[in-house]
């Protein structure tokens, strides 16, 4: 149902990018459930239980799988909204599953054989992120990985690619050539603004190409919109930089299911 839904109309995944406290969790799930109802799209919630590729050892990496999983039932519990979080190994997926609709395979694993194959048999839609390091149309065999595992319930998202030291570059031409494979097709907006490891011990970035990113995605066909959202992202614990004002997400919406 969910699957056909993100198929049929403009999809939204939003949410702060790790789960540092119940009380953000329900702030933002709140205003993501509004923008939902408002403009009558799919929304999915998101959040991280554990940050695993944190530049530094001394970052804030979450919860953990068995708190993250209790904090996120609880949102969905009040709000309603499905649920999508990454898994980076791959007992976690059968765990997440139980809870979470949408199981997210990072970037950096997206060649991940075993963490893909135990996604797939889930039975949740597997939303994969291109690696920094692939053309979309090396995501044909990461996809072909879950669908052969018996899952066709697949995302393939665009978050960038790494040419050169501390910094990303969209080609979004990748976003036609994935959707090729006839999967939605995702733009992470805010993860594609990033600046890795270029922040002293920490990822920087520039929020202010967010919209930007999001509108030239749309006029490459992509389905659905990946953006990271928090209340005030400049003392968020991870990636604040590059995560949405909170305040801000209906203007960065409007544009994009008009």
Known sequence: MLFEQMRQKPFFILGPCV?????LLYTVAEKVAEAGQKYNVPVI????????????????RGPGLEKGIEMMLKVKERFGLPLITDIHESYQAAI???????????AFLCRQTDLLVAAAKTGKIVNIKKAQFLSGQDMFYPAQKVAEAGNTQVILTERGNTYGYNNLAVDFRNIYDMKKFGYPVCMDCTHSVQRPGGAGGKTGGDRTFVPMMALAAKAFGA??????????????????????????????MAPLVS
């Open 19 to 23: 789960m540092e406290s119940q009380e």
């Open 96 to 106: 997440a599953g139980e809870v979470f609709d949408i199981l997210q395979i990072p």
């Open 223 to 252: 389905d659905g919109y990946f953006m990271e959202i928090h209340p005030d992202p400049d003392n968020a614990l991870s990636d604040g930089p590059n995560m949405v004002k909170l305040q801000d997400l209906d203007k960065v």
């Open 45 to 60: 919630f998101k959040s991280s239980f554990d940050k695993a590729n944190r530049t530094s050892i001394h970052s804030y």
